[in-house]
């Protein structure tokens, strides 16, 4: 299984950014896929999940109404955007694949670092 996140990077509170997660294909066709965040002295936090065809996808509430997740299954990738960034939305951004939204993260790659500051 294998996941590549990208896309990260730093943005004024307010600002936007798109994180990238390519996926090997059968993690596509097999896993749900999603995205957690982890920041120095906090918690790992789940942000977003997305499952099926067609999709279902589940948010924190940190993030609702905020963060959409997708899918484009030609391109094996699923996508955050990531918009209205906060300050505490600063983290190491990671794709995980998971056996069900909501459950333990399963397998992970490498993190994208967002960074939100004035």
């Known amino acids: 299984v294998q996941l590549q996140a990208s896309g990260g990077g730093l943005v004024q509170p307010g600002g936007s950014l798109r994180l990238s997660c390519v996926v090997s294909?059968?993690?596509?066709?097999?896993?749900?896929i999603g995205w957690f965040r982890q920041a120095p002295g906090k918690e790992r936090e789940g942000v977003s999940c997305?499952?099926?065809?067609?999709?279902?996808?589940s948010y924190a509430d940190s993030v609702k109404g905020r963060f959409t997740i997708s899918r484009d299954n030609r391109k094996n990738t699923v996508y955050l955007q990531m918009n209205s960034l906060k300050p505490e939305d600063t983290a190491v951004y990671y794709c995980?694949?998971?056996?069900?939204?909501?459950?333990?993260?399963?397998?992970w790659g490498q993190g994208t670092q967002v960074t939100v500051s004035s």
């Open positions: 997305i499952r099926g065809s067609p999709a279902s996808t």
């Open positions: 995980a694949t998971y056996v069900g939204c909501g459950g333990p993260a399963g397998y």
């Open positions: 294909r059968f993690a596509l066709d097999y896993y749900a």
